[in-house]
């Protein structure tokens, strides 16, 4: 989201639809605000119809997914209860014990989220004629499938991800 708005100079908007902290911003017929990037999370109680509406107001959609649905669903983990909601929060396997992780009841539901919005996603793709990109690939790559958009790559170096390498301490 950071990249693309400061690859345009566009404002961004992070999940403004989450947990219905603004339940009528992406209500049918209500304009959305120009130059603006908005990262929503798709969500299955929304249901499709929902996402494909909201794909007709805006004028470019991006769908990104995971390929390794497990380390998603660790990373859901680790923000929702180890760093406690704050989504730029750096960890690393130091400090994390992914394989305590993976057995708790916590993570196996989280997974099943992940799985189902999944679903979710490949049904928006399928319905909307968007190709989703990948994370791991728009990292590796520094860009998206229509390499025409802008990114500001800096927000695409390993510094900035919440996920570090290595065994370096952070602080």
Same mark, same amino acid.
């Given at each position: #989201?950071? =990249?693309?708005?400061?690859?345009?100079?566009? @404002? &961004?908007?992070?999940?403004?639809?989450?947990? *219905? =902290?603004n339940p009528n911003l992406y209500s049918k017929g209500k304009s959305i605000k120009q130059d603006s990037v908005h990262k929503i999370i798709v969500d299955t109680k929304k249901g499709i119809d929902y996402y494909l509406d909201l794909i007709q107001r805006f004028d470019y959609t991006i769908l990104l997914d995971r390929k390794d649905i497990l380390q998603?669903?660790?990373?859901?983990? /680790?923000?929702?209860? /180890? *760093?406690?909601? %704050?989504?730029? =929060?750096?960890? *690393?396997?130091?400090?994390?014990?992914?394989?305590? /992780?993976? !057995? &708790?009841?916590?993570?196996?539901? #989280?997974?099943?989220? $992940? %799985?189902?919005?999944?679903?979710?996603?490949?049904?928006?793709?399928?319905?909307?004629?968007?190709?989703?990109?990948?994370?791991?690939?728009?990292? @590796?790559? !520094?860009?998206?499938? *229509? %390499?025409? /958009?802008?990114?500001?790559?800096?927000? #695409? @170096?390993?510094?900035?991800? $919440?996920?570090?390498?290595?065994?370096? &301490?952070?602080?």
């Amino acid at each position: #989201m950071l =990249a693309l708005g400061r690859g345009y100079g566009f @404002s &961004t908007f992070f999940e403004q639809d989450k947990d *219905n =902290a603004n339940p009528n911003l992406y209500s049918k017929g209500k304009s959305i605000k120009q130059d603006s990037v908005h990262k929503i999370i798709v969500d299955t109680k929304k249901g499709i119809d929902y996402y494909l509406d909201l794909i007709q107001r805006f004028d470019y959609t991006i769908l990104l997914d995971r390929k390794d649905i497990l380390q998603q669903a660790e990373s859901y983990y /680790i923000l929702r209860h /180890i *760093n406690k909601g %704050k989504v730029n =929060a750096q960890w *690393n396997d130091e400090i994390i014990d992914r394989q305590g /992780i993976r !057995k &708790t009841e916590e993570y196996k539901r #989280m997974l099943e989220v $992940c %799985k189902n919005n999944r679903n979710l996603l490949r049904g928006i793709s399928e319905f909307s004629n968007i190709e989703i990109d990948y994370y791991e690939d728009v990292y @590796s790559k !520094k860009h998206l499938h *229509n %390499k025409e /958009i802008k990114l500001d790559l800096e927000y #695409m @170096s390993e510094r900035k991800r $919440c996920r570090q390498s290595g065994k370096q &301490t952070l602080l």
